[in-house]
């Protein structure tokens, strides 16, 4: 029986190991984009983001943009005229809505003096980039690469590597059941191992085996109480910064002005 419950293990392994193949062959393409319209960066600067983009990119595996421009004015698309807008509908445009991707904007001149900083996220990238995340990102951009001190290279690419540390890669479909049956396989083993070992051992359906003949007397007997039960509700999670774009797609995503 134990021989048969093994082989059906390996089997079930060599199954899953071949379904893997069309899988990673079909894997989704992701695209990147830096479209620095308000000639913050040099060349190399844009060489070397860009290569930080493909590389967060296919870490995160999502569509991501960084976006640059003078002001809010001038786009190839219709919003409605804020940060936010601009950059869900300058998602939409170049990646279509709903798909899994982050576009970073930045606005020199947002119409009241101040410069804007924004991440708008769409698809399961809302829920990978929570807003504490995306918030800690931008402290530590605005606190230790101010543009102001290092320019605006060292600010966006800190950014870019802070969504990589944030964002967890999206794990295919077939690695929890395999890890499933990795740890099922590994402790049959174990109990094949501990079965033969205890060959020379017979259950017993009772204590009595155990006790030494006249030596336990209970004079005494009380009800303990041994343990409780408690009961846990989740507590609702805020989703206050997912919202609909003039475009019609659904995006989270956060910003500051500086």
Known sequence: MTKRIVAAFFAVILI???AMLPVSAAEATYLTKLDDAAQVLSDSERSALQSTINEVSEACKCNLAFV???DLNGASFSHNGTTRDYADVYYETNFGKNTDGIVVLLVLNN???KRDIYISTSGKCIKRLSDSEREAIFDDALDHHSPDSK???DFLNNIAQGIKKAVPPHLKWYMLPLAFLIGFGIAMLILMFMKKQLKSV????GAVSYVRPGSMNVTASRDSYLYSTVSRTARPKNNSSSHTSSGGGTHGGGGRSF
Do not use: I, N
């Not at 017979?202 to 359906?205: I, T």
């Open 16 to 18: 899953l190991s071949a």
């Open 68 to 70: 640059t421009v003078k």
């Open 111 to 113: 119409g009241k003096g």
């Open 151 to 153: 320019g605006y290279y």
């Open 202 to 205: 017979e259950m017993q359906h």
